[in-house]
């Protein structure tokens, strides 16, 4: 058994389920007598929550496992990447001292500790994934789609008392379905909180979005108007490869249906380039449809090919295509953001400040999203009416006027 009051220091890699989960770790050494620092040279134990998603994910896993050999301390290894590849990370890595699932460290319920700043927190609400993208490992490396209970996520977020919420999962929309209930009913609970001020929604798939979902989005104040939906491409042909469903007119459709029945929400969206067989008329159809579509927010990424995927096996893209493709996407998408953000120059908004000299509206998800770059002595969590006044790369810039 370890030695109490030892020095924990935490690495995490990857999405914000993982950045959960940390939490999660970071509370059960502090339970244990243990502090949590930030810096390897001050830590006793080191401890790196590894993501293995994709093949770039894995090696930046491993060479962060390796930087921590140098400090001849015990390092303890978890995450996707253990969940995946425990067998060969043992063979290969004997430096290591342990490694381990999440369950297996923290072996008895915890409430965890916010690693955020104490104006918003990531609420993990679902582990796993019931689909079967062709390009996806998730689903072999986390397994079926399984809710957390409505009472646990509430208790939870009423321990962090925080006043916005993001709630994440590989499918946020996707909520309950083990269960018999729905997202909505999760949501309506989280609304009651008294300190809860924004509701934050994170991976709603456009499959997902039911009418009753938009409505309690478009009517509970507590939501914030802002969705994230991972589209991954509109031509109908390559959805169908991926194993998704949609197409171009029906996701265009469904902006248009959000855009009416919510005014002025902010869409968010990811984009996959190079997927196998996509043809040159494919990735200009999709260049189109942003175009057309004009979202908000895009994150770019181009395909990886996975082993064990359906879409392993399938005729790939090259490489130089790839990243051509990527940037011919960044650049038009970019385009579309510059002349969202002069519209807003001049505008006097509601925004929360992070710390950091950093502020955001309802429509701005923390690190994902551009924010607002500010100048003053603020309070963390506040919420200020913030005057844009100019653009800075794709931020915007502002100054409080009350």
Do not use: W
Not at 179 to 208: A, Q
Not at 248 to 262: F, G, Q, S
């Amino acid at each position: 058994m370890q030695a109490m009051n030892n020095k924990i220091c935490i690495t995490t890699l990857g999405c914000d389920k993982n950045r959960c989960d940390s939490e999660m770790i970071a509370a059960h050494f502090v339970a244990g007598g243990d502090t949590i620092v930030d810096n390897d040279g001050d830590a006793d134990i080191l401890v790196v929550n590894t993501c293995g998603f994709i093949n770039s994910a894995r090696k930046e896993s491993i060479h962060a496992i390796i930087d921590k050999f140098g400090y001849d301390k015990k390092i303890i290894v978890t995450g996707c990447l253990v969940e995946k590849y425990r067998a060969e990370l043992e063979r290969e890595m004997p430096e290591v001292s342990v490694f381990c699932t999440l369950s297996e460290l923290v072996k008895t319920p915890v409430k965890k500790l916010l690693s955020t700043p104490k104006s918003y927190a990531y609420i993990k609400i679902a582990e796993g994934c019931n689909r079967a993208c062709a390009f996806c490992t998730i689903p072999d490396i986390k397994g079926a789609y399984k809710s957390r209970p409505i009472v646990d996520i509430v208790e939870e977020i009423k321990h962090l008392n925080v006043p916005e919420v993001i709630l994440v999962a590989q499918d946020v929309s996707a909520y309950g379905v083990d269960m018999g209930l729905r997202l909505v009913s999760l949501l309506r609970e989280i609304s009651k909180i008294e300190c809860v001020r924004r509701i934050r929604l994170h991976y709603c798939y456009p499959d997902m979005l039911t009418d009753e979902l938009i409505t309690e989005i478009a009517d509970n104040p507590k939501i914030c108007k802002y969705v994230d939906i991972p589209l991954q491409h509109c031509n109908a042909r390559i959805l169908r490869a991926m194993n998704r469903t949609g197409g171009n007119k029906e996701y265009a459709a469904l902006i248009e249906r959000l855009r009416e029945r919510v005014p002025g929400i902010i869409i968010r969206s990811t984009i996959m380039v190079g997927f196998p067989t996509e043809t040159d008329d494919e990735f200009a159809e999709l260049i189109d449809f942003l175009n057309a579509v004009r979202l908000d927010y895009v994150g770019f990424f181009a395909y990886s090919r996975e082993e064990g995927t359906a879409s392993y096996e399938m005729h790939q893209v090259s490489g130089l295509v790839k990243k051509a493709r990527l940037k011919i996407a960044e650049i038009a998408q970019t385009r579309i953001l510059n002349v969202k953000n002069r519209a807003m120059v001049g505008l006097v908004l509601d925004a929360v400040y992070d710390g950091g000299g950093v502020c955001r509206t309802a429509g701005m998800s923390p690190e994902v999203d551009p924010c607002i770059l500010v100048v003053g002595d603020l309070t963390v969590g506040n919420e200020y009416r913030v005057k844009i006044t100019g653009i800075k790369k794709q931020n915007l810039t502002g100054v409080v006027v009350s």
